[in-house]
């Protein structure tokens, strides 16, 4: 049998070690992929900055495209179906890391967020995840999904009711056909009829909001408070928004190592089917002897990025709630993103031209931190100074968001 040549994205972490057993690797920047690069490839290996349609695909021998994201919008899936062109993606492989964003954003921006009602706008994986996580912790939560049924979630209902929550998140793919496209969802009308108050965040795709008509509101709305991680468009994201967004961050919701591996995993595994043959690696022996899969979690022990700079980052009250933000804090700051980002894309030579801010924007991403999920984080014992009576109800808000309690009961 004749090697296969695969092409992929260089940033696709361990993309060599999944994919060299079934062929030679070729790794270039996502971004810039072209069609020579790819004319003498069997496989495509992607991530979502690269459009893979005719114009990059046309006269190659590619047989076989994967996705390493949840996101498919970068695929023109009728032109790779018509050409009887495999494709996979990496449904959920990143669903977990949306979530702890999003709880990242909630310890920074809405302290007390254990009394807020949710609305969530798209219940698939990450939606869905987000919604039985915050139904565990006995919160309020509506949501809008027009493609599911009251068997999928028991709380559906019209858009207008969930953008009266205290705090309203995106979780839809981006498309711009069908009977509920999700291009503009929330325009001009739907960003007014936000509840004074309201906490918005965008971890879906960026056109869902109108940017342009997200500036103009924010502009008279002091109101309404929001966190974007994904912009329209990217990388060009308009930079007069950024100052009237709480927390902006370059799309990296999603970059949790755990979520990033477990996406080149997902597609190793769907050639592995393809082709019919075993599969010789695996992420347990890749990640083996990796120690920050199980870390102590320290409380306190790291000042928060927006506490650091004096926002008002907890309830900073000794309450459970207070204590609970402190630990995602230490997990995940998204503050820190949002401080990177702004110190990376904010200055004379990004703002230089189009393709300077592009090229930091993808430097940004490129170089994201590596960032382990709740379930890597251990934790050992309880805050000193926390009463008794709070012990049990703080342990068990940990557990339901993931954390690995390792606290001896005591007699
Ligand atoms: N910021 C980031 O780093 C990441 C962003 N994403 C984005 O999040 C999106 C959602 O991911 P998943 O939940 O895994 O996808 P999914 O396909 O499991 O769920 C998407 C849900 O959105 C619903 N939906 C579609 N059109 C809608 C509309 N007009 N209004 C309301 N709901 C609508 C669908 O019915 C579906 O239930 C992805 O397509 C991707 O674009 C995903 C991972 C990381
Ligand atoms: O999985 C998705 O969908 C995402 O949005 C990814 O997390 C985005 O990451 P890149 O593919 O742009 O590296």
Redesign the pocket.
């Known amino acids: 049998m004749t090697q296969l040549t695969i092409v992929a994205d260089e940033n696709i972490p361990f993309v060599s070690e999944f994919f060299q057993t079934l062929g030679e690797v070729k790794t270039y920047p996502g971004r810039t992929l072209t069609a020579a690069q790819v004319q003498s490839a069997d496989v495509l290996l992607v991530r979502s900055v690269t459009p893979v349609n005719e114009s990059l695909l046309a006269g190659s021998r590619v047989k076989f495209v994967g996705t390493c ?5 970068h695929l023109d899936v009728e032109y790779l179906s018509r050409c009887g062109i495999t494709y996979h993606s990496a ?2 492989c ?2 977990n ?2 979530v702890e ?1 999003i709880f990242s954003v909630l310890a920074t921006l809405k302290p007390n967020w254990l009394q807020a009602s949710f609305g969530i ?8 995840h987000l919604y039985r996580r915050l139904s565990a912790l006995g919160l309020a939560v509506d949501c ?5 049924s009251e068997v999928d979630n028991p709380d559906l209902c019209e858009l207008e009711r969930v953008l009266q929550a205290d705090v309203v998140c995106l ?5 711009r056909s069908g009977a ?3 291009h503009h ?1 929330l325009g001009e009308a739907q960003l007014q009829q936000l509840k004074p108050g309201c906490l918005l965040i965008n ?3 960026g056109p869902a909001i109108d940017n342009q008509a997200l500036k103009r509101v924010l502009s008279v709305r002091q109101d309404v408070t929001v966190a974007l ?2 912009w329209e468009p990217e990388p060009n994201l308009d930079v007069g928004l950024m100052p009237l967004v709480a927390l902006a961050s370059p ?5 949790s190592y755990d979520g990033k591996v477990e996406g080149t995993a997902m597609i190793y595994r769907a050639l592995c089917r393809y082709l019919k043959c075993a599969q010789a690696a695996t992420t347990e022996a890749l990640l083996a002897g990796d120690e920050s899969g199980a870390q102590r979690l320290s409380w306190g022990s790291r000042e928060p990025e927006a506490a650091a700079k004096g926002a008002a980052t907890t309830a900073d009250d000794g309450s459970v709630q207070d204590w609970l933000n402190r630990a995602i804090l230490t997990a995940y700051d998204v503050g820190a993103d949002d401080a990177r980002m702004r110190a990376q894309l904010l200055t004379e030579s990004s703002l230089a031209s189009e393709a300077a801010f592009a090229r930091e924007f993808d430097v940004l991403r490129k170089n994201y931190p590596k960032r382990r999920e709740f379930p890597c984080f251990q934790v050992g014992a309880m805050p000193e100074g926390l009463a008794e009576d709070k012990k049990k109800p703080l342990n068990k808000l940990l557990a339901t968001l993931g954390f690995t309690l390792a606290i001896r009961e005591e007699s």
């Open positions: 994201t949840i996101g498919i919008d449904p959920g990143n669903a890391s949306v964003y706008i798209g219940c698939g994986n990450v939606g869905g809008y999904d027009p493609f599911l979780h839809t793919p981006y498309t509920h496209p999700t969802l971890a879906g795709r991680d994904v799309h990296i919701a999603g970059y």
